[in-house]
Every structure is written in structure tokens, then in C-alpha cells.
């Protein structure tokens, strides 16, 4: 079953609108995750790392402002994406590795499909 | 250049043949290595880990190659439900690190 939930899996809305997506770790604690995004026949980008207490760490290029992280738990890291526009439509899917367990993979959320009008 | 470095394809392999496709990398600080495989309009899912001494799994061969900085996948008897896109993620350090993906390698096994 799945260690990773993300919801909601599908949104569509209009320009302008902030849109929240919530990553959670279902049966085990995840200080760190991952937010990636995919735009069509591209490869995964990453574009934070969600750190559990304290601040995102962003990827070059990423607007902090606009990509809104809250790790305010140990199972739950949401990502906002405010004032929304049609260019940042796209695939966005988070990640987590499993506390205290080197070398194992890391999970996948579903991922979301974000369409803006 | 860059990170992580994949031939797109498509590969289109008849059903049952074996197909084999590598990826490379630039960073040799990379420490872990693994195969994914993504059906369209879904989630990443693992497919495999990939060691240095290679490893094998099913139908499924990864091999690892430090010197040459590559890695490579090879499906054998290749399945129908193999059709997919295969991406090769590198991590600089435990596998909790930060993953690099590659653009993926498309897969298509034809009847």
C-alpha cells in the first residue's frame, strides 16, 4: 500500500488562484521530503527540500514566494503555489525517505496535476 | 551538460526480445543509483537499486560503471506491460539525499 499520500491528485482552477497541495508519510516520519515538478515529456525537477521545523531549502530558480513549504510536522509538508498562472501548470509530486533507513529508497507521493486556466 | 544523461528513444522492442539502454552521469561524487520506471501521467516507482558489483532482479540486470560513469538497465523476455519510461536517478549521497532524475528512456514492446 502506499507510505506516501498526496492530495489532491487533480486540480483545476483559474489564473490567480493559490492553490495548497499536501504531501504526508503514513507510516512513518519523514523529517525531510522532497517537492518535485514535471512539466510533459520532461524529466522530474526538483525544486525543494521540505525540512520538518524550520526552513525550505530552494532550488535555483525557484521562487520561494510563490512556492509556499510548511513542514510543520513530521508526517505533513504542504506546498502552496500562490497566485497560480497557466505556466505553472504541471505535474507536482513529492518524496520522502524513510527516517533512520540509509541507503532505502525514497517514496513517491501520487502526484498532483495542476491545470490553471 | 546535464547530471544525469539519457537517450530518450523510443526503444520499440518486440514482445519477448531483450532490450538494454544505459544513462550517464557527470558528478563522480555520486553515491547511489537506481532505475525507475514511470507510466505515463503517473508517479515514479522503483524499479530497482543499483549496486556496484550489479544485481539482478527477474528479467530486470542493472550494472554500474564507476570508471566510465554510466549505468545501464537490461529487460530480457520483455513483456507487453513493460512498455513505460525508464528513469535513471542518481543521488550524491544516501539514498535520502537529494535525487537527480535522467529525461528517461522510452520503452515500447510491440505483439
Known amino acids: 500500500g502506499a507510505v506516501v499520500s498526496q492530495h489532491p491528485s487533480r486540480v483545476i482552477c483559474k489564473s490567480g488562484t493559490s492553490v495548497k497541495i499536501e504531501c504526508r508519510s503514513l507510516?512513518?516520519?519523514?523529517?525531510?521530503m522532497f517537492w518535485y515538478r514535471q512539466f510533459p515529456k520532461q524529466s522530474l525537477m526538483l525544486m525543494a527540500t521540505?525540512?520538518?521545523?524550520?526552513?525550505?531549502?530552494?532550488e535555483q530558480g525557484v521562487e520561494k514566494d510563490k512556492f509556499l513549504i510548511n513542514h510543520a510536522s513530521l508526517t505533513l509538508s504542504t506546498l502552496t503555489v500562490t497566485s497560480a498562472h497557466p505556466e505553472d501548470s504541471s505535474f507536482y509530486i513529492c518524496?520522502?525517505?524513510?527516517?533512520?533507513?540509509?541507503?532505502?529508497?525514497?517514496?513517491f507521493g501520487d502526484g498532483t496535476r495542476l491545470s490553471i486556466l | 551538460r546535464k547530471e544525469v544523461e539519457q537517450d530518450p528513444g523510443p526503444f520499440n522492442v518486440p514482445e519477448g526480445a531483450t532490450v538494454a539502454f544505459n544513462c550517464t552521469y557527470s558528478?563522480?561524487?555520486?553515491?547511489?543509483f537506481f532505475w525507475y520506471r514511470q507510466d505515463c501521467r503517473k508517479e515514479p516507482k522503483l524499479l530497482m537499486s543499483?549496486?556496484?558489483s550489479g544485481n539482478e532482479d527477474g528479467r530486470f540486470t542493472a550494472q554500474l560503471n564507476r570508471a566510465s560513469q554510466y549505468i545501464s538497465l537490461l529487460i530480457r523476455d520483455s513483456k507487453l506491460s513493460d512498455s513505460a519510461t525508464y528513469l535513471c536517478?542518481?543521488?550524491?549521497?544516501?539514498?535520502?539525499?537529494?535525487?537527480?532524475f535522467g529525461g528517461g528512456t522510452r520503452v515500447l514492446v510491440k505483439p
Open positions: 521540505s525540512n520538518e521545523g524550520s526552513k525550505a531549502t530552494y
Open positions: 518524496s520522502a525517505p524513510p527516517q533512520g533507513l540509509k541507503n532505502q529508497p525514497q517514496h
Open positions: 536517478v542518481v543521488s550524491r549521497g544516501a539514498a535520502g539525499n537529494k535525487l537527480t
Open positions: 543499483v549496486y556496484s
Open positions: 558528478n563522480s561524487a555520486s553515491q547511489s
Open positions: 507510516d512513518f516520519q519523514a523529517t525531510t
